[in-house]
């Protein structure tokens, strides 16, 4: 039995859900506040303008659950690894650091990552993480390993609802009622603790151009994870669908689900690619 496992949030997404040392993986739930009411992820519907307050956002899970969930993980294992996504996009990292601060009486050390991506981006993160623990790799021996592989991880988002970027602090309120009122699809990549605007667009074609301009900047790539959400910038999707495969033979492709919490952050008609840089 390894002495390690991996916590995460439930956003995290992978190609498979059987990977080498799943079974040490353990996963917080995250919920939706919208109009004062706590929803499941599988409920919300969210609305395409976040002009109206409250805004939809993400919270995190009851702290008495999930002090129980790390009481009985302290049990199990003797070191508790946390990756998690991105504080610009989930509130995990803030709650379980706060937890540590009030849970005085844990034993076992919980050590935090903050990825800097989400989804398959941490599912990728996840499961190099739960494989090395499987291994019977210590904690010491797992994070700089994980630490080193985040800095391989881009990750970058289209969204069209430039009001939710406000609400959540990244645009004032002139950018982007402005924004919106153009018809712009701006473009931004996680580059550290900030979302940083690289490229706009006002179309399909340049969203595709955009991309590829971006994917072909790295020498070689291990895996590109396209996020996308349904009936949401559909003939950009098809056409990543095609091209991907025939220009990037050599390199894993995958499609996943943009999700609900995600969502609530960039807003319902966002979409994403996560770009694994691979090992030199």
């Known amino acids: 039995m390894p002495q390690t496992c ?6 995290a997404q992978f190609q498979t859900p059987q990977f080498d040392g799943y079974e040490h993986v353990y996963y917080l739930p995250v919920q939706i506040q919208n109009n004062n009411k706590i929803q499941s992820l599988q409920s919300i519907n ?4 976040a002009s109206i307050e409250p805004k939809p956002e993400p919270i995190p899970p009851d702290t008495n659950e999930v002090l129980s ?4 993980l302290s049990q199990k294992y003797h070191e508790i690894i946390a990756v998690l996504p991105s504080v610009h996009l989930s509130p995990s990292y803030e709650f379980i650091t706060q937890i540590l601060t009030v849970d005085t009486n844990k034993q076992t050390p919980i050590r935090l990552i903050d990825t800097r991506t989400t989804s398959i981006g941490l599912g990728l993160l996840v ?9 019977g790799l210590s904690a010491t021996e797992i994070i700089p390993h994980i630490r080193n592989l985040t800095k391989r991880v881009y990750t970058v988002f289209y969204t069209r609802n430039l009001k939710y ?19 712009l699809i701006p473009m931004y990549i996680i580059d550290g603790r900030r979302l940083v605007c690289l490229r706009k667009a006002r179309n399909h074609r340049q969203m595709v151009k955009n991309l590829f301009e971006f994917i072909q900047e790295f020498e070689k790539l291990a895996h590109i994870g ?11 999707s098809k056409t990543l669908l095609d091209r991907l495969p025939r220009d990037f033979p050599a390199t894993k492709i995958s499609f996943h689900h943009f999700e609900p919490s995600l969502s609530a952050v960039l807003g319902p008609q966002s979409l994403g690619l996560v770009a694994l840089e691979a090992e030199v």
């Open 6 to 11: 991996i916590l995460t949030d439930i956003t």
């Open 46 to 49: 969210l609305p395409v303008s």
């Open 69 to 72: 969930t790390l009481y009985q």
């Open 127 to 135: 499961q190099a993480a739960a494989q090395a623990a499987k291994a």
């Open 165 to 183: 970027l406000y609400h959540a602090g990244y645009l004032d309120p002139g950018q982007a009622v402005v924004g919106e009122m153009l018809e």
């Open 226 to 236: 396209i996020i996308r959400q349904p009936q949401v910038f559909e003939s950009v």
